[in-house]
């Protein structure tokens, strides 16, 4: 069975790394109409941030102290390239109580930190490193891996025997990529049409061609 210890505080467990960052953003939520909820970052002034714009980002206590306020459901983070990090999301992986056994592999070979996400039936796992290829999300695997341009909710409820700290991992990550999205699509050049051109961007020269 999967399990996250009890602690006073709700987030103690949360990576110091992380916490050190000024790449936290409060959320609220709204419904969706598929079910579950949205998490809507909120800016200093209580309304939509802007997330990816790197003004509007705070310090962890800072959005601990605004996510206090009534209205607001808790606090996460902005992934972007220049931080290294990835954050994995293994979405409704456990039944009962019980972690999917597949997943529960993957979290062995990430060895990194971990927890249970909002909504409790799945994961997060946040750790450094890099996307093979571009391919990111596969809703019939639940599995989404994210690097920049995501806002990452993190609920501080860690995984019991899951490192306390965000680990480095990119051979686990490469071999997961792979498990869930193969290899990445081959590029192909039409060579019916010669590229005879002084090799202006975004086009081919004869010598590049060929």
């Known amino acids: 069975a999967i399990t996250a210890p009890e602690t006073t505080s709700q987030y103690s467990r949360i990576p110091t790394s992380l916490k050190a960052k000024r790449i936290w953003l409060p959320f609220k939520t709204s419904p969706r ?3 579950g909820v949205n998490k809507i970052p909120q800016n200093r002034q209580g309304r939509s941030a802007k997330y990816t714009d790197p003004a509007t980002w705070m310090s962890y206590e800072e959005a601990v102290r605004q996510s206090q306020r009534p209205g607001y459901e808790g606090v996460g983070i902005v992934l972007h390239k220049e931080l290294g990090l990835m954050g994995i999301d293994f979405d409704h992986c456990i039944v009962d109580g019980v972690l999917d056994p597949e997943v529960e592999g993957w979290v062995a070979k990430l060895n990194t930190y971990t927890e249970l996400s909002f909504s409790g039936d799945g994961l997060h796992a946040i750790v450094f490193g890099r996307l093979p290829w571009k391919a990111n999300r596969k809703d019939s695997a639940g599995v989404e891996m994210y690097t920049t341009g995501r806002y990452f909710v993190v609920t501080g409820k860690q ?4 490192p ?15 498990q869930v999205f193969g290899n990445q699509p081959v ?3 039409d060579t019916t049409t010669p590229y005879y051109t002084e090799g202006r961007e975004g086009e081919l020269s004869a010598e590049s061609l060929f």
């Not at 995984?159 to 899951?162: A, E, L, N, P």
């Open 164 to 178: 306390s700290e965000v680990m480095p991992a990119q051979d686990p990550i490469a071999a997961i990529h792979y």
């Open 187 to 189: 590029e192909t050049v």
């Open 33 to 35: 109409s598929a079910g």
């Open 159 to 162: 995984v019991t025997g899951t």
